[in-house]
Nanobody
Framework: VQLQASGGGLVQAGGSLRLSCAMS????????MGWFRQAPGKVREFVAT????????YYADSVKGRFTISRVNAESTVYLQMNNLKPEDTAVYFC??????????????????WGLGTLVTVSS
């Protein structure tokens, strides 16, 4: 499977970005999808997850109310809309796939395929 993340960049605090992650090579609807991030010098952390149908979403407390995860199964793409960005959101953002049963997961080891990541930098 290939996961191609895009949409990162430099934005001022309070601004918005939309990340995209397109999958190829597998049946997209088989997978729960997740977004994680890793800031410099820190461990990778969970951001958001979405169920196979898109009907269930779950967020880290740090992004709840600001970020929205969505997916378009016909396009094999998952999105992360990020609003009201803060300097502490600066990180490399990764999309990932999971075959976990259930509607989603916030646990990194439940995810078996990872994209290369896209850098988001938020200036103060």
């Amino acid at each position: 499977v290939q996961l191609q993340a895009s949409g990162g960049g430099l934005v001022q605090a309070g601004g918005s970005l939309r990340l995209s992650c397109a999958m190829s090579g597998r049946t997209f609807t088989r997978y729960v999808m997740g977004w994680f991030r890793q800031a410099p010098g820190k461990v990778r952390e969970f951001v958001a997850t979405i169920s196979r149908s898109g009907g269930f979403t779950y967020y880290a407390d740090s992004v709840k109310g600001r970020f929205t995860i969505s997916r378009v199964n016909a396009e094999s793409t998952v999105y992360l809309q990020m609003n009201n960005l803060k300097p502490e959101d600066t990180a490399v953002y990764f999309c990932a796939t999971s075959v976990v049963s259930g509607s989603g997961s916030d646990v990194a080891y439940h995810y078996n395929e990872w994209g290369l990541g896209t850098l988001v930098t938020v200036s103060s």
